[in-house]
């Protein structure tokens, strides 16, 4: 057992949780804090499926998004997660018989997932499933992307740039494919110009696999 995991299981019996959001003690995420994403809101977004995000990157959701993807707060994957799995069944296209539903997260570089200890949208999955089998749906995951190694970081890139970035550099990943008739969710934190969406559709679509819709924790267009 590594030492700064156990630093981590002290600091957890010595201090009390505090909200990422707002300061207040007792959770990672209060629930006024988690009240903030409570609901999908459909996106403009040139995706060939229809887009939805939970809350605009601003204010709490986006230092929420922050804390869990540039500083180390896994504590929230759990509670993002949970957020993903309560959206699926209010998402128009997965809602009803087609809950039974594939989640594809959208891949991070290899050299950033080193840094953030994995691919964190395929932890949110994770948790995500996790949630939603608790609420009667059923879910599968498929980490069926993958990013070249040429691919740049797109902080910072407008909207051309971004989509140029990421023509052609977004790969399936063969072995594993939705299964074959699977409604699919494309998972991602956040949607700014939609370059990573389409990249990622256009991947699947390349192998057969269409994706059913887009759903993102937060995006700068929503209030």
Do not use: W
């Amino acid at each position: 057992m590594k030492l700064p995991f156990l630093l981590d299981q002290a600091l957890d019996l010595l201090l009390p949780p505090v909200c990422v959001g707002c300061g207040a003690s007792g959770a990672a995420c209060c629930p006024g804090c988690l009240n903030l994403l409570a609901s999908p809101s459909p996106l403009r977004c040139p995706s060939m499926a229809p887009a939805y995000a939970l809350a605009g990157y601003r204010g709490v959701p986006r230092t929420l998004v922050l804390a869990y993807k540039e500083r180390g707060r896994r504590d929230l994957a759990p509670v993002l997660g949970g957020l993903l799995a309560a959206a699926l069944p209010l998402l128009p296209l997965v809602s009803g018989d087609a809950a039974a539903c594939c989640l594809v997260p959208a891949p991070s570089r290899r050299a950033t997932a080193r840094m953030r200890g994995g691919q964190h949208m395929l932890r949110l999955a994770r948790h995500c499933a996790s949630r939603a089998a608790e609420r009667g749906i059923r879910v599968s995951i498929a980490p069926a992307l993958r990013l070249a190694s040429d691919a740049k970081d797109a902080v910072g890139l407008d909207p051309a740039t971004r989509a140029a970035n990421l023509a052609g550099r977004v790969l399936p990943v063969p072995a594993a494919l939705p299964p074959a008739g699977t409604g699919v969710v494309l998972l991602d934190d956040v949607v700014t110009t939609g370059a990573t969406a389409v990249a990622c559709e256009r991947a699947l679509a390349s192998v057969g696999v269409p994706v059913t819709a887009v759903l993102a924790l937060t995006a700068p267009q929503l209030p």
